[in-house]
């Protein structure tokens, strides 16, 4: 695998990489339960009704969200559970954002071996990010370390640009998990990189033991994780969908996902994310994501 060897050496190194140093050293601490938005859709913006071909009949699926005018981000934090500050500022700073912005598709990466949340695409992706200290606020592949109002301020740049494409979810449970099937609408197909699709299944609401700086003892047993990574149907970097990129069409693509991970199924999710790869395969940017609740 391209990243083998450097995942192996963040593996080994995982005790060893610091809490960073808090930006805005204050004392909130802990994280609450989410509850999923009342609806399937995040947000009212405007669905891009006029990007849908209606000619053919559509599979029945239970919980959907279709095309918004809109560019959402994909960001993530970088956490272990023994880091203080992760538990203290780190994630009650990310998870308030996206209470505040259900615009941003987030995830919470796991990826120290010792964490019980452990997943070893965390791993991959805190390797790409050339992990030097947690928490690290991430923007698709950019990394902003312990750095949230640069972060906030960045994403609010990608979200205001325009997107190449849009993308519609739809979902339904399955015997061994979730069927999740993905549309995207393309308006503008150029570009010098190779565009992938991924597919993630993530889990609000689990309890799992977290050090917090801000709490006696400082080992929480009971601690509430939210955004936590379970997996993906696709690869962390997904899957090429260069010979149907093109400008004007709408690609459909289905997937099966292991929900064997998942501690409540009812607090489980999905997000969407179209990237981009170099032709060495490594991740450069973003074109769009969508979350999808059930």
């Given at each position: 695998?391209?990243?083998?060897?450097?995942?192996?050496?963040?593996?080994?190194?995982?005790?060893?990489?610091?809490?960073?140093?808090?930006?805005?050293?204050?004392?909130?601490?802990?994280?609450?339960?989410i509850m999923p938005p009342t609806t399937?859709?995040?947000?009212?913006?405007?669905?891009?009704?006029?990007?849908?071909?209606?000619?053919?009949?559509?599979?029945?699926?239970?919980?959907?969200?279709?095309?918004?005018?809109?560019?959402?981000?994909?960001?993530?934090?970088?956490?272990?559970?023994?880091?203080?500050?992760?538990?203290?500022?780190?994630?009650?700073?990310?998870?308030?954002?996206?209470?505040?912005?259900?615009?941003?598709?987030?995830?919470?990466?796991?990826?120290?071996?010792?964490?019980?949340?452990?997943?070893?695409?965390?791993?991959?992706?805190?390797?790409?990010?050339?992990?030097?200290?947690?928490?690290?606020?991430?923007?698709?592949?950019?990394?902003?370390?312990?750095?949230?109002?640069?972060?906030?301020?960045?994403?609010?740049?990608?979200?205001?640009?325009?997107?190449?494409?849009?993308?519609?979810?739809?979902?339904?449970?399955?015997?061994?998990?979730?069927?999740?099937?993905?549309?995207?609408?393309?308006?503008?197909?150029?570009?010098?990189?190779?565009?992938?699709?991924?597919?993630?299944?993530?889990?609000?609401?689990?309890?799992?033991?977290?050090?917090?700086?801000?709490?006696?003892?400082?080992?929480?047993?009971?601690?509430?994780?939210?955004?936590?990574?379970?997996?993906?149907?696709?690869?962390?970097?997904?899957?090429?969908?260069?010979?149907?990129?093109?400008?004007?069409?709408?690609?459909?693509?289905?997937?099966?996902?292991?929900?064997?991970?998942?501690?409540?199924?009812?607090?489980?999710?999905?997000?969407?994310?179209?990237?981009?790869?170099?032709?060495?395969?490594?991740?450069?940017?973003?074109?769009?994501?969508?979350?999808l609740y059930k």
């Amino acid at each position: 695998m391209k990243y083998s060897i450097a995942i192996l050496l963040l593996a080994l190194s995982a005790t060893f990489i610091a809490c960073e140093k808090d930006e805005d050293d204050n004392n909130n601490s802990g994280t609450n339960t989410i509850m999923p938005p009342t609806t399937s859709n995040p947000s009212d913006t405007t669905v891009v009704s006029d990007s849908i071909p209606n000619n053919d009949p559509e599979p029945t699926f239970d919980f959907t969200q279709d095309f918004q005018n809109k560019r959402e981000a994909f960001v993530g934090i970088i956490s272990r559970n023994t880091c203080g500050i992760c538990g203290r500022s780190g994630h009650p700073t990310f998870d308030d954002y996206l209470i505040q912005n259900r615009e941003a598709s987030g995830v919470s990466f796991n990826y120290s071996q010792n964490d019980p949340l452990y997943h070893a695409e965390s791993n991959e992706y805190a390797s790409i990010m050339r992990l030097q200290g947690t928490p690290s606020f991430t923007i698709g592949f950019d990394n902003y370390r312990n750095n949230p109002t640069t972060w906030k301020t960045e994403i609010a740049n990608f979200e205001s640009e325009t997107a190449d494409a849009h993308i519609a979810m739809a979902g339904k449970s399955i015997s061994t998990g979730f069927q999740i099937q993905v549309k995207a609408a393309i308006h503008n197909s150029t570009t010098q990189n190779v565009p992938h699709l991924a597919v993630y299944l993530l889990e609000n609401n689990v309890v799992s033991p977290q050090t917090d700086y801000g709490a006696t003892p400082s080992l929480v047993q009971d601690y509430i994780h939210n955004h936590v990574y379970k997996g993906s149907a696709t690869g962390l970097l997904g899957e090429s969908i260069a010979d149907v990129w093109s400008t004007g069409d709408t690609i459909t693509k289905t997937y099966d996902l292991d929900a064997s991970k998942i501690t409540n199924l009812d607090n489980a999710y999905f997000i969407a994310i179209l990237m981009e790869l170099d032709s060495s395969g490594n991740p450069v940017g973003i074109i769009n994501s969508q979350q999808l609740y059930k």
